[in-house]
């Protein structure tokens, strides 16, 4: 649970899947990274990190994309940059400096 790279939104939130039971999730509305893109255009988050150069190796894409998809659902276009690093610690990226990940979610935040 210390990564975040397996973040998943259930119901609507972001959550850890290692953090939960099989069980736990029967019967919910699970959204995974396959699940964006819709007719094979990129959901505006994707869109966000793609044209912001907000990922390098790929390993903790999926779990930021996820968890950047519940912050700009509860926190609206103009999410700041605080709330976004703050809310993003909980997920690990071990190849950028989080820049271009927060100006990925900012920007994609702005077209949603």
Same mark, same amino acid.
């Given at each position: 649970?210390?990564?975040?790279a397996?973040?998943?939104?259930?119901?609507?939130? %972001?959550?850890k899947?290692?953090? $939960?039971? %099989?069980?736990? *999730?029967s019967?919910?509305? $699970?959204?995974t990274?396959?699940?964006l *893109?819709?007719?094979?255009? /990129?959901?505006p $988050?994707?869109?966000?990190?793609? #044209?912001e150069?907000g /990922?390098?190796?790929?390993?903790?894409t999926?779990?930021?994309?996820?968890a950047? $998809?519940d912050?700009v659902k509860?926190?609206?276009?103009?999410?700041? #940059?605080?709330?976004i690093?703050? #809310? /993003?610690?909980?997920?690990?990226?071990?190849?950028?400096g989080?820049?271009?990940i927060? *100006? *990925?979610?900012?920007? %994609? %935040?702005e077209?949603m």
């Amino acid at each position: 649970s210390q990564c975040g790279a397996c973040t998943v939104v259930v119901d609507g939130h %972001a959550v850890k899947s290692c953090t $939960i039971f %099989a069980v736990q *999730a029967s019967g919910s509305d $699970i959204m995974t990274i396959e699940g964006l *893109a819709t007719d094979g255009k /990129l959901h505006p $988050i994707q869109e966000g990190f793609w #044209e912001e150069h907000g /990922l390098q190796c790929g390993f903790c894409t999926p779990g930021m994309i996820m968890a950047s $998809i519940d912050i700009v659902k509860r926190n609206g276009k103009k999410v700041s #940059e605080d709330v976004i690093r703050r #809310e /993003l610690s909980q997920n690990i990226c071990r190849c950028t400096g989080y820049h271009n990940i927060v *100006a *990925a979610v900012q920007s %994609a %935040a702005e077209k949603m």
